[in-house]
């Protein structure tokens, strides 16, 4: 979250516990803190430095990574504000010993990871324009060829990347790939991103190996929306919705 889109890191956060997370902590900025303290009673929430335009300041990173050592699943993204604090961020989550999935503005400046190696490969949840920073193309590019580019961000970052879409596909490094293409129009609403984060968050902290994390996640994500679109319509729900159809679903 940030001072400006607190909203994000609620939205995550409840998707999270929703699938299933025993325990949560909301690491944010301080004026952001309370609020969501409030908002979000069953979670520990630590309010870390801002800096001027309502993002981490430098500062507040050592305290995430101090924070990043003490859990086993890691959501990092929604709401935060791009700035140069994210790349470091990123860097400091993927050395960390968690399950880690990335989105948004945490992925604008991610490097390839090299040599380094991970006891579980990362999650990442880019949008096309962020697929197309991850791989330094235009973003017309993704647009023509979204699974091809999806596969090469894989091989690229050694990671399992979600190609959003009218039809999702998951993708890993090797090449392997699966498509869903259930869900409905309405989870293009604002926020959606965030709360499929958040399951993500909430199948990594049960234990779920990454692959079947996203996988479960973007089916129950999408089957939320199909069931939001009988009982509402095909649009016009809205995201913080849809996190409350999930415990229904997970037995399924």
């Known amino acids: 979250g940030s001072r400006d889109v607190p909203g994000g890191a609620l939205l995550a956060a409840t998707a999270a516990m929703r699938a299933g997370a025993g325990k949560l902590r ?9 609020a969501l303290g409030i908002a979000m009673p069953e979670a520990m929430v630590i309010g870390l430095p801002q800096a001027e335009d309502g993002g981490f300041a430098d500062t ?23 700035s140069h604090s994210c790349k470091r961020i990123a860097d400091l989550l993927l050395r960390s010993e968690a399950a880690v999935a990335l989105d948004v503005a945490l992925l604008e ?12 490969m990362p999650v990442l949840l880019p949008n096309a324009d962020e697929l197309a920073s991850l ?40 090449g392997e ?22 399951i993500v ?16 996640s973007v089916w129950l994500h999408g089957e939320a929306g199909a069931r939001l679109a009988q009982k ?11 996190a409350d159809e999930i415990p229904l679903l997970l037995p399924r």
């Open 201 to 216: 968050g909430g199948l990594l902290a049960r234990g779920a190996e990454p692959l079947n994390a996203l996988l479960w």
């Open 232 to 242: 509402v319509g095909p649009i016009g729900f809205l995201a913080r919705e849809i």
């Open 109 to 120: 400046t991610l490097d390839p990871p090299g040599e380094r190696e991970r006891r579980s």
């Open 177 to 198: 790939c699966w498509r869903y293409d259930g869900g409905a129009p309405g989870l293009g609403v604002s926020g959606s991103g965030d709360v499929l984060a958040g």
């Open 135 to 174: 791989l330094g193309c235009a973003p017309e590019h993704v647009e023509d060829d979204p699974l091809g580019c999806g596969v090469s961000a894989a091989k690229l970052y050694r990671s399992i990347v979600l190609v959003k879409g009218v039809a999702s596909h998951v993708v890993t490094p090797t």
């Open 26 to 34: 909301i690491a944010t900025v301080e004026s952001a803190a309370v």
């Open 60 to 82: 507040a990173v050592e305290r995430i990574e101090e924070l990043a050592a003490e859990v086993d699943a890691i959501v990092a993204g929604p709401g935060v504000k791009q």
